[in-house]
């Protein structure tokens, strides 16, 4: 296996000498590691120039990451590649085991494992250290699914075939943020997937500008900028993807699991804030011929609320709770429904009572009230 470590930057000259060091001390080496400067005005070009030796560099105008992920997937000369980001310490054995779940489950194109989030004060220079955050154990079977409903996988903790790669199609460079998660879908759909429990890097979380020149957005607008483009990428997604997708790998599209097709769907437009798309798909479950909900659908349900984003929309004016109160008089199954999705909400409530967060633990009570037991025609 012939690994090429690709580290796309833009004006992170402050960083990026510690991570490629991280890159560099890996117990098992990459084979070449390609470094692409997206036009940086901070010094990085010089930066590179010190500590250059053994890296492929290429420079260019600011064009955007996705641009710089493309030309540096056309140079590589891997059989797999392992993009880091710039800001990021990929641990010391973080490539190693990556590489070895490869060999030991002939047939994955990626390989996968977790990360821990850490910042560094500004005050002090401390580190402290976070945990992963959202983080989806589901088995392979599951990956496509679960990777719709929530960008889990980062780059940096990903091993991917080339030919995957080549087979996905270039990084959209009309992406300025979320191409690597429009990415992973569509690797997703086409690569098996093996996983590691193993922690494979450090993710820094910093208040650093993102984003390409004419583009740019600061750390504090990042949820509204991710909102907006995971919903651009979601609502391709149910345009394009057959219903089918929304089962697990090797399940087929048949009357007994159109349902529960048709409520993962609804769940994971939900979670992305397209309600509209999501009641639709929640309408058609209601409507279908069966018997009480299943575990498996009650459990796609329960994550409905439990977006990363937040629910906030619910208790906007404008929002979708009436349209779910109407659903829930549709016989039944609608019911049935927006009560699966209501225990979302039990969630929300405990967290909100841990942190003492008393105004919450109110308004996700009466939410769940008003799902639950408000009178409708």
Known sequence: MFVTAIIPTFNRAALLAETVAAVRSQSRAPDEIVIVDDGSTDGTLALLDEIGDGLQIISKPNTGKADSLNMALSRANGTHIWIVDDDDLPRTDGLANLVALLEEQTGSEIAYGRHERFLIDRSTGARHSMETGYWDDRSADWFLIATLEDFFVHQPAMLVAKGLYERAGPF?????????????????????????????????????????????????????????????????????????????????????????????????????????????????????????????????????????????????????????????????????????????????????????????MRRYTKLHADLVYLPVR
């Open 172 to 360: 959209n460079v009309e992406m300025v943020a979320s191409e690597d998660y429009e990415m992973l879908i569509r690797l997703a759909q086409l690569g098996r997937v093996a996983a590691t429990d193993a922690v494979i890097f450090d993710q820094r979380v910093h208040d650093g500008v993102r984003g390409q020149i004419g583009h740019q957005f600061a750390a504090s607008e990042r949820n509204e900028k991710w909102i907006e483009y995971d919903q651009r990428i979601l609502g391709a997604v149910y345009a394009d993807l057959p219903l089918m997708t929304y089962l697990p790998t090797g399940a087929a599209l048949t009357e007994a699991t159109h349902r529960q097709a048709l409520l993962q769907r609804g769940t994971i437009m939900a979670r992305k804030k397209l309600w509209e798309k999501a009641i639709i798909d929640f309408r058609a479950a209601a409507a279908c011929s069966g018997a009480d909900l299943s575990i498996s659908e009650r459990q796609i349900l329960r994550r409905a609320l439990l977006s990363k984003y937040g629910c906030e929309e619910l208790f906007a004016p404008d929002g979708p709770l009436p349209a779910l109160l109407d659903l829930r008089s549709a016989g039944p199954s609608g019911s049935a429904i927006v009560r699966g999705i209501a225990r979302s909400l039990l969630w929300r409530i405990k967290v909100a009572t841990q942190h003492r967060d008393l105004g919450a």
